[in-house]
């Protein structure tokens, strides 16, 4: 059946474009920074704080992995309560709730003493992210019109790229001027700025949510499979869990280590890594609307394994290129991928089905760090790490050439919401949420 896009607002009536635009723009913008606090705050600072943590609180490179495997359970348990409260509550509550663990977990990190309360903040921050971060893309989505909403999804990874750039900066400069020791005072600026962003989200952004999730089964997996090319797509998930820590989680600690970089130095490449992801996501979506989701993920996989390759000699300069690489693809692999769950979910089942795939995915995060730091505590090197991240990528590839055939991925259709009431004009959300309506009714007309 045809449709026609109605544009609602909470005004209840219909704005020009401009400032539909305008406003669209400002929840995606908002958006991004969200995923700035729950993902680069809340779980990849800890990444190039590890060897300032490592040293001031005397830890082997085990427990310090251990540490970020805490973090990484966390965002296990919260993709299964994700899953169980989609059918119960809506998913702008679950993502407001989800933004205040993390701000608390960052608190927690900045009075930590030592690794356990440290370790209680991380867990705080996992939680939150997950809680954040599995309602985030469908809301971002609905933000601007269809035809856009990849590209609104992909600059939900170029805010977590600004994130990981702020924290590779901050934490450069706070080291090189206060030594190891003063590690807490990177989270305590994160604490700052991340409440206050959460405070303006808090405020106004709300999404518009007709129905909830229902037929959900166990963990929302019932729903997962009626994704169409669901294994492969689970499967670059869980590949893509394993090999990204092994690589960003220790990339600082074996360049300071195993090739004689300095702080300042190992720094510059983890801030080259985020700036690059700021245009991983966008460009890697242009490039799978052109070849689609199964190729650009294919190459995306095979430029992984030879990148982290490459970075093993260690020089200097080649390295810098190669962290921008990094970067790009470290975007590139999970946009994509979040995308492709958007495009083929229906609205009921994509809080559980997405809720499962991050469940799957969490549990290749959690295995990752604890694997990685084990792995360089027997060998003596980080070298293996990066060379497994590699072959895990090998795999990825061939697990991406799984999915369906499609010359241009498009978004699932939606369907067409039960007649409801009106809602009430409420001055403070910017919900900027498309709907479908026929076209032959009114609001076509």
């Known amino acids: 059946m045809p449709v026609a896009w109605s544009f609602v607002t909470d005004l209840g009536s219909e704005a020009p474009t401009r400032q539909r635009r305008l406003m669209g723009a400002a929840a995606v913008i908002l958006m991004a920074l969200v995923a700035a606090i729950a993902q680069s705050f809340g779980r990849f600072t800890y990444g190039v704080l590890l060897p300032a943590v490592r040293d001031d609180l005397g830890l082997s490179n085990t427990v310090a992995g251990s540490l970020a495997t805490v973090n990484m359970a966390a965002y296990l348990v919260g993709s299964l309560i994700v899953a169980v409260a989609s059918s119960r509550f809506r998913l702008l509550s679950i993502m407001r709730i989800g933004l205040v663990l993390a701000i608390i977990g960052q608190a927690l990190a900045t009075i930590s003493p030592g690794p356990a309360v440290l370790g209680v903040g991380l867990f705080a921050q996992g939680l939150g992210g997950a809680l954040t971060w599995i309602p985030a893309p469908v809301v971002t989505a609905d933000a601007i019109a269809p035809e856009r909403r990849g590209l609104a999804v992909g600059f939900l990874g170029a805010g977590m790229g600004l994130g990981v750039v702020f924290a590779g900066q901050l934490a450069s400069i706070v080291r090189s001027t206060m030594g190891d020791a003063s590690w807490r005072n990177v989270y305590f600026v994160q604490l700052i700025i991340g409440a206050v962003i959460a405070a303006v989200v808090l405020l106004f952004i709300g999404h518009r949510q007709e129905r909830l999730s229902s037929g959900t089964g166990v963990g929302g997996f019932s729903a997962l499979r009626r994704v169409p090319g669901w294994v492969p797509m689970v499967s670059g998930f869980v590949i893509f869990g394993l090999l990204y820590l092994l690589v960003i989680s220790f990339l600082t600690t074996r360049l300071e280590d195993d090739s004689g970089w300095t702080s300042s130095q190992a720094s510059l490449a983890f801030t080259l890594v985020g700036a690059a992801m700021i245009f991983g996501g966008p460009l890697f979506i242009a490039l799978s609307d052109r070849i689609g989701t199964r190729w650009t993920l294919a190459m995306s996989f095979a430029g992984w394994a030879i990148t982290t390759t490459l970075i093993l000699p260690g020089w200097f300069v080649p390295t810098i290129f190669l962290s921008v690489a990094v970067g790009l693809l470290f975007a590139a692999m999970p946009t994509v991928l979040t995308v492709y769950v958007v495009s083929n979910t229906s609205t009921d089942d994509y809080g559980p089905a997405f809720a499962a795939t991050t469940f799957c995915f969490g549990i290749a995060q959690m295995i990752s760090p604890q694997l990685g730091g084990f792995i360089a505590d027997t060998a003596g090197s980080f070298t293996p790490v990066f060379l497994l ?57």
């Not at 004009?425 to 009114?442: G, Q």
Request: net charge positive.
């Open 389 to 445: 991240s590699a072959s895990l990528a090998v795999v990825g590839m061939f697990a991406s050439l799984g999915l369906p055939r499609r010359n241009r991925p498009g978004f699932a259709a939606v369907p067409s919401p039960e007649p409801a009431a009106t809602p009430q004009p409420d001055w403070r959300y910017i919900n900027m949420t498309y709907e479908v309506a026929p076209a032959d009714s009114a609001a076509a007309r």
